[in-house]
């Protein structure tokens, strides 16, 4: 039993580093960090992006070396990855340095996700594994709101705010190591192969998980800065915003229990359409700071249930292999903002704020309308 807390309290935190610190505070301190490093708009979606590409080879690293290091070890390089690239952030002088901290800060959620799932399967029996995963995919969360506080402390010394993350990751990571299982679950001891990709119902699901990572990056890349460039927003107003964003978030733990009452078809529109309204609604920022509020509440809570619903969706296609089940939708989300991160930039440079948003809160509305029929069997498994 403490074996298992043991687990489950470090993996929440790895998740709470690479997710919520190592990834997504970029967009919180992308202001700060423009203003001081001079970087244009374009620039700093193009480093961004970088975030997500890695993501997406640390995805595929994991899927390569499935049977061949044990989810300890990959677990292990995720918090080490992210340690280093967020050490590496800290005495960036220019956009290429920071640049590659960020891309290597992200290349450690790549390989965060795969092993946990693993982990998760080898430690605990079908009844208790959607708990665990609930309580392992909080940690993005939890993450989200931990940097919104130490950014509203800090009053915009993003530079102390990265050393200060780093030297939690070193922790972390050392925490890991000896909490995950050495070996693999015996389902999934298997690599990768490219027959897998011809499972019926996954080009559709891939379809909407790459539109649903293009309108993300609205929020998650230029949120912050949109607020505070077009709006007004203060440093401390930014903060507080990603606290609700982050807070808000954490009812996403319920994904399993919403799809299993409500249907994963019902739930994952609602929350594909919250995220598109969230988007575009962000706008509405200019005519009430309660208005930014709520809209970065919605989007929270509708992108953490939305990503759920794709696990569950990829699991019930891949119940041999919920490593792939869980890592192909999570591989095509990151793609998608690894387009989408530059692509936004660029669009809210040539067309103004209100244009940019729109188009992208329409791609997740497209995505509503791509659906993989073989998937709509309930799992009541939630993204880790």
């Avoid at 997406?56 to 994991?62: D, H």
């Avoid at 939690?168 to 070996?183: E, L």
């Avoid at 298997?190 to 790459?210: D, H």
């Amino acid at each position: 039993m403490k074996r298992n807390l043991n687990l489950l309290a470090a993996a929440f935190a790895l998740t709470a580093l690479s997710y919520g610190l190592a990834r997504f505070s970029y967009g919180l301190l992308l202001p700060l960090i423009r203003e001081e490093l001079s970087l244009g708009v374009t620039v700093a979606g193009w480093i961004g992006g970088s975030a997500f590409a890695a993501y997406c080879v640390g995805i595929i690293l994991t899927f390569i070396c499935a049977g061949k290091l044990s989810p300890r070890l990959l677990a292990f390089s995720a918090g080490l990855a992210a340690t280093l690239g967020m050490a590496l952030v800290v005495f960036a002088s220019s956009g290429l340095t920071l640049g590659l901290g960020i891309a290597l800060a992200g290349l450690s959620t790549g390989l965060t996700s795969p092993p946990l799932a693993c982990a998760v399967a080898a430690r605990f029996n079908g009844d208790g594994r959607p708990k665990a995963n609930a309580l392992i995919n909080a940690g993005t969360a939890a993450g989200i709101v931990f940097s919104g506080g130490a950014a509203l402390i800090a009053a915009g010394a993003w530079r102390e705010l990265y050393a200060l993350y780093a030297l939690m990751g070193a922790g972390i990571t050392v925490w890991i190591w000896f909490a995950m299982p050495a070996r693999p679950h015996n389902e999934m001891v298997n690599g990768f192969a490219f027959k897998l990709l011809r499972r019926p119902g996954l080009f559709a699901l891939c379809s909407s998980a790459f539109l649903m990572g293009v309108a993300s990056t609205a929020i998650w890349t230029f949120g912050a800065e949109i607020l505070r460039g077009e709006f007004g927003f203060s440093d401390a107003y930014i903060a507080w915003a990603w606290i609700a964003l982050g807070a808000a978030g954490i009812s996403g733990s319920s994904t399993g229990m919403l799809t299993s009452r409500f249907g994963t078809r019902r739930i994952h529109s609602v929350a594909l359409l919250g995220m598109a309204i969230g988007t575009i609604g962000l706008a509405t920022a200019s005519m009430s700071a309660t208005f930014g509020f709520a809209a970065m509440c919605l989007f929270g809570a509708a992108y953490i249930v939305s990503t759920g619903a794709y696990l569950i969706q990829g699991i019930n296609l891949f119940p041999d292999r919920p490593d792939l089940g869980l890592g192909i939708p999570f591989l095509v989300i990151a793609l998608g903002q690894t387009i989408g991160t530059p692509l936004f930039g660029a669009t809210l440079e040539a067309t103004g704020v209100i244009n940019a948003l729109g188009v992208f809160a329409a791609s997740a509305c497209i995505a509503i309308f791509l659906r993989p029929t073989q998937a709509l069997k309930q799992s009541g498994v939630c993204v880790p």
